[in-house]
């Protein structure tokens, strides 16, 4: 009886993993697609069964290391982000299940690693093994938050708010995922899209959108996909980013109010390197502004190394390894990075905005701009916080931003 109960704690366990990551994998995407994902978990889960029962120590503790990863990742990647925005739901909960039961198979596992025979040894593998699992959990953790995350909600405010003439816009993008966003009417032919954070909605640039419509722009903002109204699954690294904002220029080119060669795109954190990838395929936009732009793929931390030495170098295998995860849970491509982007781009302009308390966003916008020195420029804001150079330094954010915009979409005759 004493032998069973261990032996039925770690198939518990490894069930606790199971069950809620095939309830998760299988919340969306076609029904095949969905039976599919459940049909991989359940066979994995009873692999991991079977070694648990049928194997000897060494194989069952690394089984159920396995298996606490990635319920551990997956309940990390879930439930804090989905408990604190979406309150308590099916969906955190069934995350804190995956968690709980994720760290008890990574107890297990070690605790049958480390009482495997082999001396010195067995404990030397057993911390390279910690640190294996440190990292996996990390990057794991870090790609399953990135691609599920949770509803936004719009709010209440609206351009109204402000004073602002608006009306509701929608559109669809190449693959069939359903926009929504607002738009303010253009007075100089001209307009800019206006684009979010991860994690955000359009309610939060509204204090930008004020800004350019002062300076007698058209306003597209709009939710990117999986957030506020809009439909699809959201994806915090913006990978979907060159088909939402292709979407939204041809929303523009289709207001009769606007010269469709007068289009450029203003976007923050996300939405600026979503802008900045959108760019380098669409010569449709005329230019780019973007705030607290870093980077969305391993070959956008080059810069690492030399910034941190052994400790970048580090850290860019870590990135390497989670966008690597990401890549397998999300359907969007990988992009390309905002170097190669802004080389593609030029010689149109743009334009950096950093944060002078976040000293890695000058680091990463220099090493952005040495692919085309002559068409990047880069203003750091002293004293700004992440995407917050307009609340720091208003006049300043207000004279650079329509200078850039004014000589980039109005300089020119009409199309």
Not at 5 to 16: N, S
Not at 59 to 72: D, S, Y
Request: charged share 20%; proline share 5%; glycine share 14%.
């Amino acid at each position: 009886m004493s032998s069973r109960r261990p032996a039925r704690l770690r198939i518990g366990a490894a069930v606790g993993v199971g069950v809620p990551l095939g309830f998760l994998v299988g919340r969306d995407g076609s029904p095949v697609w969905q039976a599919v994902r459940v049909l991989e978990v359940a066979l994995l889960t009873a692999v991991a069964i079977a070694m648990i029962l049928g194997l000897g120590r060494r194989w069952r503790g690394g089984a159920l290391l396995v298996v606490g990863i990635v319920g551990t990742a997956v309940g990390t990647g879930f439930a804090p982000a989905w408990l604190a925005k979406a309150g308590v739901g099916i969906v955190p909960a069934v995350a804190v299940i995956a968690l709980a039961a994720g760290l008890a198979s990574l107890v297990f596992g070690l605790i049958d690693l480390g009482g495997s025979p082999g001396g010195w040894q067995r404990w030397a593998a057993v911390i390279v093994l910690l640190l294996c699992s440190a990292v996996l959990l990390l990057s794991l953790g870090i790609a399953v938050a990135a691609t599920n995350g949770p509803p936004t909600d719009l709010g209440t405010r609206t351009p109204a708010d402000r004073g602002l003439p608006f009306e509701d816009a929608a559109f669809t993008t190449d693959d069939g995922v359903l926009l929504s966003g607002w738009y303010l009417p253009s007075a100089n032919r001209a307009a800019v899209v206006l684009l979010h954070g991860s994690g955000s909605t359009r309610s939060s640039v509204l204090d930008q959108a004020e800004v350019l419509a002062r300076g007698g722009y058209g306003v597209l903002l709009f939710d990117s996909r999986g957030h506020g109204r809009s439909g699809g699954r959201a994806m915090d690294f913006g990978w979907f980013g060159d088909s939402d904002i292709g979407a939204a220029v041809t929303y523009l080119q289709q207001r009769p109010e606007v010269d469709r060669e007068r289009i450029a795109a203003l976007g923050l954190s996300m939405g600026g390197e979503e802008a900045i990838g959108a760019a380098a395929g669409d010569d449709r936009l005329r230019g780019v502004i973007a705030e607290g732009a870093t980077g969305r793929t391993a070959a956008d931390k080059a810069w690492m190394a030399d910034a941190y030495g052994f400790n970048g170098w580090i850290q860019q295998r870590v990135d390497g390894l989670t966008y690597w995860f990401t890549d397998l849970l999300t359907s969007a491509d990988p992009p390309i990075s905002l170097r190669e982007a802004v080389a593609r781009t030029a010689p149109r302009p743009l334009l950096l905005i950093t944060a002078g308390e976040v000293p890695d966003e000058l680091r990463a916008a220099d090493y952005i701009r040495a692919a085309a020195p002559d068409a990047v420029e880069v203003w750091e804001v002293p004293r700004a916080g992440h995407t917050e150079a307009l609340a720091t330094a208003p006049a300043e954010w207000e004279a650079r931003v329509l200078a850039f915009l004014d000589r980039v979409l109005l300089a020119g005759p009409a199309g």
